[in-house]
């Protein structure tokens, strides 16, 4: 599969999983019961470090410059 995002929305990607993740962490955020849903930064967070989006893909959009 060819790369379909540029370097601002792997970065953007990347800073946001890492929050997502941050706010699943029992030191940084209480525990309320909810946290599990920042596990759910994996995704954009590996979708960052891959370069490939499937929704893009699926919509036909990039973001690389070419």
Request: charged letters at 10%; a positive charge; proline letters at 5%.
């Given at each position: 599969?060819?790369?379909n995002m540029g ?10 999983g890492l929050?997502m ?8 955020a209480?525990q ?6 920042g ?6 967070l590996v979708s960052?470090?891959?370069g490939r989006?499937?929704v893009y893909?699926?919509?036909?959009l ?5």
């Amino acid at each position: 599969m060819t790369r379909n995002m540029g370097g601002l929305d792997r970065l953007l990607r990347f800073y946001l999983g890492l929050v997502m993740i941050g706010c699943a962490l029992p030191y940084w955020a209480p525990q309320t019961g909810w946290n599990w849903i920042g596990w759910l930064g994996v995704i954009p967070l590996v979708s960052s470090l891959m370069g490939r989006c499937g929704v893009y893909r699926l919509v036909g959009l990039s973001t690389c410059a070419r």
